[in-house]
């Protein structure tokens, strides 16, 4: 990883931390059952193809962030409840963060995802052939959900 975009994470997070010594985050695996494949998005700012997700903001349910995180990430709207199928300790973003990892098999798509400031590619794929940079904890994640892993307590 480039030392720049190293900087970029560490201010990224250190500012969180200021705003939010206790934070929450939300990522979803938006599923489609028939294709057997999963919305992964790419951002600017961290390595990796990953779920989409983000954090919850003061006020909010984690729900609600996962909701708008989905359609602000993948332009995809969850049209059905979403499964929350388990909570991780993320000690990568900082030692009091945890992460809801919630199942959203109830979509809708609503166009391709341009690249923005945040996210520079999002799309489908097979679960059996995720794109090369898929991050370790989102194929944990996946062994976890659809291979029948423990699910572990560290992001």
Excluded: C
């Excluded at 939300?26 to 779920?51: C, K, M, N, P, S």
């Excluded at 729900?63 to 409840?81: H, S």
């Excluded at 000690?91 to 798509?109: I, K, T």
């Amino acid at each position: 990883m480039r030392l720049t975009t190293r900087f970029r994470n560490r201010l990224f997070h250190g500012w969180f931390l200021i705003r939010r010594p206790m934070t929450l985050g939300v990522r979803g695996i938006v599923h489609d059952e028939t294709a057997q494949t999963v919305l992964l998005v790419r951002h600017t700012y961290v390595a990796g193809w990953q779920f989409p997700g983000g954090g919850v903001e003061k006020g909010e349910t984690a729900e609600a962030a996962l909701g708008r995180e989905i359609e602000e990430e993948g332009n995809v709207a969850i049209t059905g409840p979403a499964a929350l199928v388990s909570l991780h300790q993320n000690r990568q973003a900082s030692p009091r963060d945890h992460v809801a990892l919630y199942l959203v098999r109830s979509f809708e798509v609503r166009g391709p995802k341009r690249p923005d400031l945040e996210i520079a590619e999002a799309g489908f794929f097979p679960l059996d052939s995720l794109p090369d940079g898929t991050t370790s904890a989102t194929r944990r994640r996946l062994a976890e959900v659809f291979g029948g892993e423990p699910a572990a307590a560290e992001w």
